[in-house]
């Protein structure tokens, strides 16, 4: 698909451009409205999730910010997993809540809990991540369609953490789908995007919002994600048999407590996930990334919403690459050693002249 690096575009006729800019042909007039690599992304991203219609937009947060307007007004509320993305969090809390709009968190797979927060007061949407970040709770998502269709509330879900590839929640009861194509869609990290599916009608309403919001994703972007999009199932497929075998041999080493992969028998939705995904999926891009979530990605949350998020202060997020799996092995052992040894010079007296050792929270002396 050839990169549309065009801002404005030219018809024969005036009276055309005039058609397109209304809605009344399709058409290319401006590029923050429409642009022909976006468009190729989007309905190749809409087809893998078998949906009417798609839009990607500039990040993962646009297409969330846009399909939450997109259905949201003042006075409206949402009930949202408290296992959700930091921005995410901080986006319903204090974007939306500063125009009106109130969330309330519950625990998603709490079905119970999920139905009675619910059932209490009107909601117009009920948001979940299909595998959570960084906690990896995975939602019942079909469970959860049922919930919110009963009580009439839009069910979106973000789906970043498992891809199309790895589940298709439009199949499952989602009325929209939102993802960060940054993650494994584009899947090199050297691009930003969004993306939002669902039915056609949905999706003209958020393109509305996108037109007058402008988080356009620029087309050498798209190109990118396109590329990334042709080794998404070879790359899902290594991501997550290395992922597997790591998160296994993790569960053996000295000084981790719990380990979360929905591959894992142990995992607390293992059975879920068995059901829900292709397979248990690694969480990233080509690279392997050892990331602190309390100083990273949810740094924009208090103590205080850190734990009600399910994170505790130790908890190390592993996105899993594609590199060997022996390699990946003898460099988080080395780390562990290091992590260990640092811990138990920590619980001895200082030596005179040492560095002070780093805090090694995830491990145990
Ligand atoms: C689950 C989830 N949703 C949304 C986003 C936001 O995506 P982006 O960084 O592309 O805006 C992220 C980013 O890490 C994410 O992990």
Known sequence: MPIYQSVTFSTAELDELGEILTDKRSGYAYARIANPTDEVLAAAIAELHGAEDGFVFATGMAAIHATLLSVLRTGDRIVCTRAVYGSTRSLLANVLGGIGIRTDFVDATDLA?????????????????????????????????????????????????????????????????????????????????????????????????????????????????????????????????????????LERQPGIDSVYHPGLPSHPQAAIARRQLRLGGGMGSIHTIVAHPPSTTHRQLSDEEIVAAGISPGLLRCSVGLEDLEDLQADFAQALAAAREAATTESRPAVTGAEPAQPAAAVRP
């Not at 929209?176 to 869609?185: D, F, N, P, Q």
Request: charged share 15%.
């Open 113 to 249: 809990a999920t139905e009675a927060a619910l059932a209490s007061e009107p909601t117009r949407v009920l948001y979940v991540e299909t595998i959570s970040n960084p906690t990896i709770v995975v939602a019942d998502l079909a469970a959860l369609a049922e919930l919110a269709n009963r009580h009439g509330a839009i069910f979106i879900v973000d789906n970043t953490f498992a891809s199309p590839y790895l589940c298709r929640p439009l199949a499952l009861g989602a009325d929209l789908v939102v993802e960060s194509a940054t993650k494994y869609i584009g899947g090199h990290s050297d691009v930003l995007a969004g993306v939002a599916v669902g039915s056609r009608e949905r999706i003209a309403r958020l393109r509305a919002v996108q037109t007058d919001t402008g988080a356009t994703l620029a087309p050498f972007a798209a190109f990118l994600v396109l590329r990334g999009l042709t080794t998404l199932a070879l790359r899902m497929e290594r991501h997550a048999a290395t992922a597997t075998a790591l998160a296994t041999w």
